[in-house]
């Protein structure tokens, strides 16, 4: 089974080139649908305005586990904007990262600097 943000990487590809279609987009995209995994697995809740912890424990995914451990290190509750524009930052070590998962599951193939479809 695909993680959000693992659809919408897939999503965001263009079949023929090989990039991504829109990259500020799926900057923010990407965060987007890691928080809507952490809150899946009820270890993230939101209120009107902040973004809280409920289960610090690890999900055993690695990249969840990494953001839920940089919102557990704040010291203060902060909002969904805020870890949105905070964890976009590292967006490109994510997207990295997701893209060698679905190369890992054979979704998708690396071929001469371009990601394709398999």
């Known amino acids: 089974m695909l993680s959000f943000a693992e659809e919408l990487l897939l999503l965001a590809l263009d079949d023929e080139k ?7 987009s799926v900057k923010y995209g990407l965060i987007g649908a890691l928080l809507m995994d952490l809150a899946l697995a009820n270890k993230i809740d939101t209120d009107i ?27 203060e509750t902060r909002t969904t904007a805020y870890w949105l524009v905070q ?4 967006s490109n070590t994510i997207k990295e990262r997701l893209l060698d998962r ?9 071929e001469e600097l371009k990601i394709l479809w398999v």
């Open 18 to 24: 090989g990039t991504i279609v829109d990259k500020t």
């Open 49 to 75: 305005e902040n973004l809280m912890i409920v289960d610090a424990s690890p999900t055993g995914d690695d990249i969840l586990d990494d953001v839920l451990a940089q919102i557990a290190q704040s010291k």
């Open 87 to 90: 964890l976009s930052q590292c």
């Open 102 to 110: 679905l190369i890992e599951k054979s979704i998708l193939k690396k």
